[in-house]
T-cell receptor, first 106, second 114 residues
Framework: AQRVTQPEKLLSVFKGAPVELKCNYS??????LFWYVQYSRQRLQLLLR??SRESIKGFTADLNKGETSFHLKKPFAQEEDSAMYYC????????FGTGTRLQVFP | DAEITQSPRHKITETGRQVTLACHQT?????MFWYRQDLGHGLRLIHY???????NKGEVSDGYSVSRSNTEDLPLTLESAASSQTSVYFC?????????????FGSGTQLSVL
């Protein structure tokens, strides 16, 4: 079965602390994974994709096929990172996880 | 500027009524999608379309239908609204080909079925 699992509904950290938002997937094919973000009162938007191996707003995510994971990481969280984060798997359409709300306290 | 718009922003209806949510995009994207967002379930795909006259069922399509008569619009119809369909509905579109997974989302429609 094709599935994306985000085990944490809520992650709360203080400003400057490291952040890791977990994402695991189940897919028999070659996975294409993405992170989408929804800031307060803004539209859902693409944050990064694994094939680009890019860092966006200080966030990175590495695809680990052995652990079937695509965790999102940032070494030093900022208050403006507070948002809802969705991990997504591309099959012939995007399948989203249940989302993790990140709260960064000052 | 190109855009994707949803209407209405908020809708309250009664059980059993037919409801149609509009989605209009001006990017000339072939791919369009409808998702619903619910606490604990995240975003779930309702229906999607890869072009005019093409429609496909997603994972939670029961009770919903779509039609694609032109490139710009993918209206979502709830045939007989149920309280379980109270949700926030998001429309999205994307290009075909290599950027197909980069979805552009609308601002959402909050639907309440009483």
């Amino acid at each position: 079965a094709q599935r994306v699992t985000q085990p944490e509904k809520l992650l709360s950290v203080f400003k400057g602390a490291p952040v890791e938002l977990k994402c695991n997937y189940s897919y028999s094919g070659s996975p294409e994974l993405f992170w989408y973000v929804q800031y307060s009162r803004q539209r859902l938007q693409l944050l990064l994709r694994h094939i680009s191996r890019e860092s966006i707003k200080g966030f990175t995510a590495d695809l680990n096929k052995g652990e079937t994971s695509f965790h999102l990481k940032k070494p030093f969280a900022q208050e403006e990172d507070s948002a809802m984060y969705y991990c997504a798997l591309n099959t012939d359409k995007l399948i989203f996880g249940t989302g993790t709300r990140l709260q960064v306290f000052p | 500027d190109a855009e994707i718009t949803q209407s209405p922003r908020h809708k309250i209806t009664e059980t059993g009524r037919q409801v149609t949510l509009a989605c209009h995009q001006t990017w000339n994207h072939n791919n369009m999608f409808w998702y619903r967002q619910d606490l604990g379930h995240g975003l779930r795909l309702i229906h999607y379309s890869y072009g005019v006259q093409d429609t496909n069922k997603g994972e939670v399509s029961d009770g919903y239908s779509v039609s694609r008569s032109n490139t710009e619009d993918l209206p979502l119809t709830l045939e007989s609204a149920a309280s379980s369909q109270t949700s926030v509905y998001f429309c999205a579109s994307s290009e075909s080909g290599g950027n197909a997974e980069k979805l552009f989302f609308g601002s959402g429609t909050q639907l309440s079925v009483l």
